[in-house]
């Protein structure tokens, strides 16, 4: 470039040639008022961003010009209008990822910005070449905008009017205007407030928060609402606001700008918070009615750790041990609970890990004389960093107790009942030999039909004794090699006898040999056959099956009766237990049967499982350990040793 300097005179003949000037810029030029708004785009503008003039003209720069826009041009822009100096930026272009050179120069009324496009950064130098350069033409331009400031004078009288807080803000989120009732709650000037100086008044805790729900307003186009505490200037207390801002379009739903509102909510929130406090408080009030009430004891307690950090009364009054205890850390799980109920305390415990709560379950406590306490425990976690569980102890002796009482009663009835009614059956059998003896035949029919009675009274009174021997751990059983094969063919006989009208099928062997109570075993398979028959009264079929695996024997009673639902298959073991339903009314059963049958197979090592069809059947499956070597059974099913 020349260092001579030159100086051309424009005449008025070259006004034409002023008009298009800026056409023969190189790059972009706009020019835009004070809101942004495109007054003037040259050719080059036009072609780079492929928009006819007037589409740009009339419209915001920053809808129009998305290959040009950028947060660093945004600042640029604010900076030149604050600085009114000549301000360069450059930076990548958000679409062609071409770099942009751009020149902003502040003008009457807003600012002018020339952009240059190039593949790579420039040097500074480059981009606004500095020092001495030629002026061809010193071009000043003026826009009149005398009509619009009158207008916008006249919106901001009327804004200034309303008795409510309001202010205006641009498209690009600029807070340009604040009525007069704003500025005398807050204390500050317009120009303190515009920008994002409107924060300064907004409570530190809730800034962040408001600004970014009006940032996703304006970059959305959305409306905007949010709760905040704005400071008064005058005493410097906070106060609650709604503030609310709508965006306001043209008829091609471009913004033009926001208006918004703050509304004073300060008695709203004083009764909501009211509420909240009131309602924090009732239910602080029935936690500590429920702490300190006399009905259950509460503990609390890291999950992982074993100390009880916390106990209420009714905890220490229950087992005996003292506040002092507690505060001295002394009270462990270990300590407080039966040595036989730790692998169910680690169940819940992992339970209460895994799902936030365990099922309640019944235990008991080793209280601080060392008696022991029947409870009910449920537990729940109360946090989670770091985990602190809270359990629930209820006193269960009382029910126990009544338990134990029945449990005593049916055993002492039952012992009190066997040996008279033994004593009756050995009386009607001699009775009934003598007379056959002297062949007097005529009694003999009632006689069998008395022993038959007898025998059925004599096996319930028998199995009520086994249910109170079982539930005191006093069920005695012979160890002796049992050969299933004979033990089932030798049972279906006798039953098969009993019941003539019946057709009993067995099928298959186990060709082995167990250990256990033959007896025992026995009452197991003549209890699941007379089940069998029970409850098939319209057929006429059970089948047994034997099978052998390596390791166990299987035994399959089958039949084709009134099935069991779904939802009672698991009860059915349970002491006392009877599928309640019209059909069985008239079925005769104490519910034990079956409790027996599944303590006596547990007790030899084996399971029971039970699949049914509700008015099709049901299939009880045993299977029992193989003890091999124990005896031998050869290929016909006969022991040889
Ligand atoms: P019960 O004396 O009532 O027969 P059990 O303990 O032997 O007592 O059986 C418990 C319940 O299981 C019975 O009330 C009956 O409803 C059901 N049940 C047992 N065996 C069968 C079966 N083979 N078919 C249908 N229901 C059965």
């Not at 029910?399 to 008279?420: G, N, V, Y």
């Not at 033959?518 to 099978?547: C, M």
């Amino acid at each position: 470039m020349s260092k001579t300097k030159q100086t051309k005179r424009v005449t008025p003949a070259s006004r034409d040639t002023l008009r298009t000037m800026p056409d023969t810029l190189p790059g972009a030029f706009f020019v835009l008022d004070h809101a942004d708004t495109i007054v003037y785009a040259n050719a080059s503008a036009q072609a780079m961003l492929g928009t006819p003039p007037k589409a740009l003209c009339e419209n915001n720069f920053w809808h129009c010009a998305p290959h040009l826009v950028s947060p660093m041009l945004h600042q640029a822009v604010r900076q030149t209008k604050q600085t009114r100096a000549l301000t360069e930026v450059q930076y990548v272009s958000p679409i062609t990822q071409n770099w942009l050179h751009v020149h902003l120069a502040p003008m009457v009324g807003g600012l002018t910005l020339q952009f240059h496009e190039a593949s790579a950064p420039a040097r500074p130098q480059e981009v606004f070449p500095q020092g001495e350069h030629l002026c061809a033409y010193l071009a000043m331009t003026g826009i009149d905008i005398t009509a619009r400031k009158r207008a916008e004078a006249a919106i901001h009288t009327l804004i200034d009017a309303i008795p409510q807080l309001v202010w205006t803000g641009r498209p690009d989120g600029y807070i340009n205007y604040c009525n007069q009732r704003w500025r005398d709650y807050t204390g500050m000037s317009a120009e303190q407030a515009q920008g994002n100086g409107w924060m300064q008044c907004i409570h530190p805790e809730d800034r962040q928060r408001v600004l970014a729900v009006w940032q996703r307003a304006v970059q959305t186009g959305q409306l905007c609402e949010a709760e905040q505490r704005l400071r008064q200037g005058t005493t410097g207390a906070y106060r609650w606001f709604l503030m609310q801002a709508t965006p306001y379009k043209d008829g091609q739903g471009t913004i033009l700008t926001y208006i918004g509102t703050c509304t004073d909510i300060q008695e709203q929130k004083r009764v909501e918070q009211k509420r909240i406090a009131d309602a924090l408080h009732q239910s602080q009030e029935l936690i500590h009615a429920l702490i300190d009430s006399n009905i259950i004891g509460i503990t609390s307690s890291a999950v992982e750790g074993e100390v009880l950090v916390e106990a209420n009364e009714a905890f220490l009054r229950m087992t005996g041990y003292s506040r002092e205890e507690v505060r001295s850390r002394t009270l462990t799980r270990a300590r407080i609970t039966a040595p036989e109920d730790a692998p169910l305390l680690a169940r819940a415990i992992q339970e209460v890990i895994t799902h936030g709560q365990h099922t309640p379950f019944e235990a008991e406590l080793v209280c601080k004389d060392g008696s022991r306490l029947s409870v009910l425990l449920g537990g729940v976690l109360l946090q989670e960093q770091p985990r602190q569980m809270v359990a629930f102890v209820l006193d269960n002796s009382a029910r126990k107790e009544l338990e134990q009482r029945k449990d005593d009663f049916i055993s002492m009835a039952s012992h009190e009942l066997k040996t008279p009614l033994t004593a009756l059956k050995m009386q009607a059998s001699l009775l009934h030999r003598q007379l056959a003896r002297q062949g007097i035949l005529q009694a003999a029919p009632a006689l069998s039909s008395m022993e038959a009675q007898l025998n059925k009274v004599i096996r319930l009174v028998g199995e009520l004794l086994d249910v109170s021997k079982i539930q005191a751990g006093r069920l005695e059983y012979a160890q002796e090699p049992v050969d299933p094969d004979a033990l089932l063919r030798e049972i279906a006989e006798t039953m098969q006898h009993t019941s003539p009208s019946r057709t009993l099928v067995v099928r298959g062997a186990a060709q082995t040999c167990l250990i256990g109570d033959r007896d025992r075993l026995g009452q197991v398979f003549t209890n699941l056959i007379s089940n069998a028959f029970k409850y098939s009264p319209d057929t006429e079929t059970v089948e047994i099956d034997l099978a052998t695996s390596e390791d166990v024997v299987m035994v399959r009673v089958r039949d084709y009766g009134l099935g069991i639902p779904q939802e009672q298959r698991d009860k059915i073991f349970d002491r006392f237990y009877r599928v309640a339903d019209p059909k069985r009314k008239a079925i005769p059963g104490l519910g034990i049967g079956l409790y027996i049958v599944a303590e006596i197979v547990k007790h030899h090592g084996g399971t029971i499982t039970v699949d049914s069809a509700v008015g099709k059947g049901s299939t009880f499956t045993v299977t029992l350990p193989r003890t091999r070597d124990a005896c031998a059974v050869d290929a016909r099913g006969e022991r040889v040793n």
